[in-house]
């Protein structure tokens, strides 16, 4: 009898912990930013409409011009969205916010070397470069990637002498959240 109230109390115990996710592997994963070096990346989230909000700073030595970024579920730039039209590119809202905006123009986000935004509603991408939605997916499941960013290194509209550069700066893991 005594044997077997000890085993009712594990199996209780057992399926409270297990209700509670501490079997499910991606509960164990962290949120995530390894940027590459003059970058800093914090804080990543990610939302069910695979919109990633993040910290982001630049002390590459120089300004860039008309910044851009999209993330996506690939380390190479096969799969990536086209600069041209999937980057969100960034409005200047004050020292320490962005907001994406329409596309690339004179106007958007100039980052000075050393200076760091909270930028909100970047878009993510499945590796196919097509738009991720998780509103599928429970919350806290892990979503790893790259943060790309396209930028010019000169003011004024881009194009011609002013090509647009496209660079993978840092590796994200987010949860869903």
Partial sequence: MTYGWAILII???LGALFSLGVFN??????????????????????????????????STGSA???VGMACAATATSTGLPSPTTSFMYLTALGAATAVPANGPAV?????????????????????AG???????????TSFSGSIWLNFTLTSGAPGGANPMLTAKIATITAKIA
């Fill in 64 to 66: 860039m011009y008309n």
């Fill in 11 to 13: 199996a209780v115990v």
């Fill in 107 to 127: 106007g958007a986000l100039t980052m000075m070397n050393g200076q760091t935004v909270s930028i909100t509603l970047v878009k993510c991408f499945n590796s």
């Fill in 25 to 58: 592997s991606g509960a164990l994963h962290g949120s995530s930013c390894v940027a590459g070096p003059g970058y800093l990346c914090q804080s990543p989230i990610l939302d069910v409409n695979g919109n990633l909000m993040i910290t982001f700073g630049q």
């Fill in 130 to 140: 097509s738009a991720l939605m998780l509103a599928s997916s429970p919350i806290g």
